[in-house]
């Protein structure tokens, strides 16, 4: 095999194309396969004088019936031929990278420098555009060899290397995310990417890691930055993660949030520091990272030390019932990490299990228990009263959410869930108004439940 490289113009491989001079082999060669956003940003590419990977071609020449047939057959290159022979015909309308922000996702030093290309097919570019992309120089490798075996060789080889999986682009975005979830998940390529310790010692990897300890950091990310206990549950599968990625690229790493969320991987470490059991699963470490932020302000510390203890046993019996595929422990989480399981209502419906069984065992106590809902408690009644307000029956926002004492607070109501229900800040009863509301709350209790007891009677109950 003989290899000579040489440097071509735009033009002239477009030329070539053209008088059918470049061909591609279908018995090994795939067919096109980029869509116009690859290929829209291979060309704004050229434009910006951002260098193009090796061409392969391989030399062909042969002699049929007494006359010489010479073409170059495509071993590696076809997607990027594709692309500059598509808008070399004026086929292809570059993307406007303001205009087009919500597709092209450029990072905001692309959007902040001038485009005179945007929005414009070649045709609609300035005669200085027109030669800058067509006297634009591309290194190709031309392949001479008589065994065909050798030039499918070389292209099984070419692409024998692994393309980078999603979370490897991500890594090379710019803006303040990507550095925290790097700084957080680590990458030991890099001396400064070392990882925080929950990732690095209570999370399991798989032998070759390839940024999946990364994505899942992004994950916990996403739903604890977005308060996903409050309300804000969101999807975390591949398209909702590049999506935040690009959302955030002025992230602040500095701000409140980032060190809250340090603190919990903290105490997550301390807590799991004498753990013999396995290392956490992705959707296991994305359950306590948001439980601990549930329980670490509103009550004492005892629960910390009964942490483990609750969570092998839940643990023990998510295990036994998955075996069985039967059982609440199955059709309320574990089936739940199977299909689907990135979507926001899987990921909600999985945590408010877990958080009920957890809290059965730890049994928590609130630092005032006197008067003052947990977040625990306020996530429960919430959910159970699903988002909506016990006055005026409309969706309640987490941020507008208060809890009222239905037999109040000052003539002995205790701060139980039972005695909880949800209301908006202005609809919170008070007064004649709080009285009136839980003869209407009891009355639809009664109706409920069938109940044969009068109102009279349940009046004279204490609360439970």
Not at 188 to 199: M, N, P, S, V
Not at 333 to 359: E, N, P, V
Not at 388 to 411: G, K, N
Not at 414 to 440: M, W, Y
């Amino acid at each position: 095999m003989e290899l000579n490289s040489e440097k071509i113009t735009i033009q002239n491989l477009l030329e070539l194309k053209k008088n059918s001079m470049l061909i591609v082999n279908p018995e090994y060669q795939r067919a096109a396969v980029w869509k116009d956003n690859q290929q829209k940003k291979l060309i704004d590419s050229v434009l910006r004088g951002y260098p193009l990977p090796l061409i392969y071609l391989h030399h062909k020449k042969r002699v049929i019936a007494g006359m010489q047939n010479e073409g170059l057959e495509i071993i590696d290159g076809q997607q990027r031929i594709n692309a500059l022979y598509k808008f070399g015909e004026s086929a292809l309308k570059l993307f406007d990278p303001i205009k087009d922000d919500k597709v092209a996702r450029f990072p905001n030093f692309v959007k902040n420098s001038p485009c005179p290309w945007a929005g414009c097919d070649f045709l609609g570019l300035s005669d200085e555009l027109k030669k800058r992309f067509l006297n634009t120089e591309i290194i190709i490798v031309k392949i001479t060899t008589d065994i065909e075996d050798e030039a499918r060789d070389l292209f099984i080889r070419l692409q024998a290397g692994l393309p980078l999986n999603a979370q490897e682009k991500r890594d090379a975005w710019p803006g303040g995310f990507t550095e925290l979830v790097l700084k957080f998940g680590g990458k030991q390529e890099i001396a400064r990417y070392t990882g925080h310790d929950f990732f690095r010692k209570v999370v399991k990897k798989s032998s070759t890691d390839r940024g999946e300890v990364r994505q899942l950091c992004a994950q916990i990310c996403m739903l604890f930055f977005e308060r996903a206990t409050q309300g804000n549950w969101i999807d975390i599968g591949t398209q909702a993660v590049d999506d935040y990625y690009y959302k955030n690229l002025d992230f602040d790493i500095s701000s409140p949030i980032v060190s809250r969320l340090s603190q919990i991987l903290d105490l997550a470490v301390q807590l799991f520091s004498s753990q013999t059991s396995p290392k956490l699963k992705g959707y296991e470490a994305i359950h306590i990272i948001l439980l601990l932020d549930s329980l670490l302000d509103d009550y004492t510390r005892g629960w910390q030390v009964n942490f483990i203890h609750a969570y092998d046993a839940f643990k023990a019996n998510a295990a036994l019932e998955k075996k069985e595929r039967e059982g609440e422990y199955w059709f309320e989480y574990g089936s739940l990490t199977q299909t689907g399981s990135d979507k926001a209502r899987t990921i909600q419906r999985r945590h408010a299990f877990f958080r009920q069984k957890m809290l059965s065992e730890l049994k928590p106590t609130l630092l005032d228990p006197t008067r003052i809902f947990g977040e625990v408690e306020r996530e429960i009644v919430y959910y159970r009263d699903e988002k909506r307000c016990a006055v005026c029956d409309q969706e309640i926002r987490w941020i507008d959410l208060e809890i009222h004492h239905v037999e109040e607070h000052h003539i002995g109501g205790l701060t139980e869930i039972e005695n909880a229900v949800s209301v908006h800040k202005d609809c919170h009863p008070k007064g004649q108004k709080a009285v009136e509301f839980k003869i209407r709350w009891l009355e639809e209790k009664l109706k409920n439940e069938n109940d044969k007891k009068s109102i009279d009677e349940l009046l004279r109950e204490p609360s439970k």
